[in-house]
């Protein structure tokens, strides 16, 4: 699988994906990320990207022009046209559900908005989809888009040690993650659950799950009747 990222920051996201497990999965060749800077490709002589608002308002706006040839010619580069998605407070929510899909498509490319926000003619003109990490406002795509890539990535086959450590997470399954313990057995007063000292496997299966249903109708309560009716 390959991730292109289209960013005026790509020293940015270049620096979180020299490490740790994706950091691991790309060097071995297991999936691709790269970054690539819109500013690249401006015609603009002062290496401009944005420029004021028609209509008047606040900040600057991303021009169309950077991008769209940003990209096109990323599509060359591929031979084909990966999926783009724009990361946008006003998208869909990511979900787990929704990161598994993206994991089995073969290019993604995930563009990256600054300043007050992207002339609406190039979103229309080539984005896919709008996604958003949360009901909140950043100073940039760069972060929401390390989020939905590192999600996606870790769905690949070959990045994680293997299948159950991505299938025993949060949200995987419907349901948040078991409460988990260390050594010692017995911190600040606070001792680990006795079955999971028992060496009975059976038994920390069925704690692990209990706990898990227990945690998600607690703190998720709109998780947990999702999860019920599926069940059904």
Partial sequence: MRIDILTLFPEMCEAYYSESVIGRARDKGII????????????????????????????????????????????????????????????????????????ELEN???????????????????????ISIGDYVLTGGELPALVLSDCIARMVDGVLPNDEAKSKESHYDGLLEYPQYTKPAVWNGMSVPDVLLSGHHANIEKWREEQSLKRTKERRPDMYDSYMKSKK
Avoid: W
């Fill in 108 to 130: 993604i490319a995930l563009l990256c908005g600054h300043y007050e926000g992207v002339d609406e003619r190039v979103l229309e003109a080539i984005v896919d989809e709008e």
């Fill in 32 to 103: 691709e990320i790269n970054a690539v800077n819109i500013r690249d490709y401006t015609l603009d002589k002062h290496n401009r990207v944005d420029d004021t608002p028609y209509g008047g308002g606040m900040g600057m706006l991303m021009q169309a022009q950077p991008i769209y040839d940003c990209f096109n010619a990323l599509c060359e580069k591929l031979g084909k046209r990966p999926h783009l998605i724009f990361m946008s407070p006003e998208g869909k929510t990511l979900t787990q559900q929704r990161a598994r899909e993206l994991s």
